[in-house]
């Protein structure tokens, strides 16, 4: 079946460090990706999406690109913040109204 | 707009309580969701609504009943709870567009059971 699979955390970076979280999944077909972030206390928020090779989505700084010959939706941003401190998870979409999740991975920024 | 919002924020019930969450969206979307999620862990779906139908029951308890009584509305009936039903609730909707739908996520209901 479908999966994701994300980096393992926590990651810590200081305040205007180079981000990267990698996420590489399998599907069959051709999935929508998506990573959403959740902040403590929160629900989840959607930060990208990409529907199809080497798109790109990109939101508040962050960028993740559709890599479908390495199966790949790693997410980057160049300078973090102490407010980007969350959980993201990736997750891909085949249809069938059913989301499924990385484990999500957990980001520290320190100033 | 993408809102999707959720009452109550949190909860606290008793074993032998009844319960109801609720969520609602205005956003003309057909599909609605609702997760569970435990700390440290990524949601876990629970049941689909399509077009205001139960399209998907992902072999959840019958102590959780949902019912859509419109487009906009989505329940989540709680009767009989277990303390290890503690947990977030999540809400979510979706226009229903196949393979290029995007779910659009609530804050959560913080429930706790005793």
């Known amino acids: 079946g479908d999966s994701v699979t994300q980096m393992e955390g926590p990651v810590t970076l200081s305040e205007e460090a180079f981000l990267t979280i990698n996420c590489t999944y399998t599907a069959t077909g051709y999935p929508s990706l998506f990573w959403y972030v959740q902040y403590p206390g929160e629900g989840l928020q959607l930060l990208l999406k990409?529907?199809?090779?080497?798109d790109k989505g990109s939101n508040k700084g962050f960028e993740a690109t559709y890599r479908k010959e390495t199966t790949s939706f790693h997410l980057e941003k160049g300078s973090v913040q102490v407010s980007d401190s969350a959980v993201y998870f990736c997750a891909l979409s085949g249809g069938f109204q059913k989301l499924v999740f990385g484990t999500g991975t957990r980001l520290l920024v320190s100033p | 707009d993408t809102e999707v919002t959720q009452t109550p924020k949190h909860l606290v019930m008793g074993m032998t309580n009844k319960k109801s969450l609720k969520c609602e969206q205005h956003m003309g979307h057909r599909a609605m969701y609702w997760y569970k999620q435990k700390a440290k862990k990524p949601p876990e779906l629970m049941f689909v609504y399509s077009y205001e139908k139960l399209s998907i029951n992902e072999s959840v308890p019958s102590r959780f009943s949902p019912e859509c009584p419109n487009s906009s509305l989505l329940n989540l009936h709680l009767h009989a709870l277990q303390p290890e039903d503690s947990a977030l609730y999540l809400c979510?909707?979706?226009?229903?567009?196949?393979?290029?739908?995007?779910?659009?996520f609530g804050p959560g209901t913080r429930l706790t059971v005793l």
């Open positions: 979510a909707s979706s226009p229903g567009q196949g393979r290029l739908d995007t779910q659009y």
């Open positions: 990409a529907t199809k090779a080497d």
